[in-house]
């Protein structure tokens, strides 16, 4: 039988696992996107939910709905850039309905998986338990904090390069022309 002490040193060394294990997912990573990021604060918020912080709350963390939030809005802009510059023949409505499909929950979702965000979120045990590593809103608003964390610590140029990679290539493939009509 575990003593008092024995319980806290295995839960100590466990979470100090834990902690490197997330660490070696967020290099692996950046090494696959190709891109360091050079604030680490602003990548693990990028990744931290508020579940995470009402659990830390005697750490330092933040959660990731101010990044989300300013996320949404570059992604926006870089995809209008993008879909403006390369389809110069469609309409406003056409574009409007283009990166629509293209920013929407469920094709925000195919790129976080895609990129496995999922094994990187810091969660909360609640909602860990109730499955929010695989909950549709949650890998959606990761990825635009994401987005969010990438302009901060690098700029728009940055962004657009690792857009360039995830999402542009798709809308050239014609992956959301279902929702043009022809």
Known sequence: ????????RKNSKDKEMNNRVK???????????????????????????????????RKPFEDNERLEFLGDAVLELTVSQFLFKKYPLMTEGELT???AA???????????DE????????????????GGRERPALL??????FIGALYLDQGIETVNKFLEI???????AGDFSHVMEF
């Open 166 to 172: 995830v999402i542009f290539p798709k809308i050239i």
């Open 97 to 99: 309905k283009l990166r």
């Open 23 to 57: 660490e070696n997912h967020f290099k692996e990573f950046q090494a696959t996107i190709g891109i360091t990021i050079e604030n680490e604060k602003l990548l693990k918020q990028a990744f931290t939910h508020s579940s995470y912080v009402n659990e830390h709350r």
């Open 115 to 130: 990129l496995c965000f999922g094994k990187l979120i810091l969660l909360g045990k609640g909602e860990e338990i109730t």
């Open 1 to 8: 039988m575990m003593q008092g002490g024995d319980f806290m």
């Open 140 to 145: 959606a608003d990761v990825f635009e904090a």
């Open 102 to 112: 293209i920013v929407c929950e469920p094709a925000l979702v195919s790129f976080a």
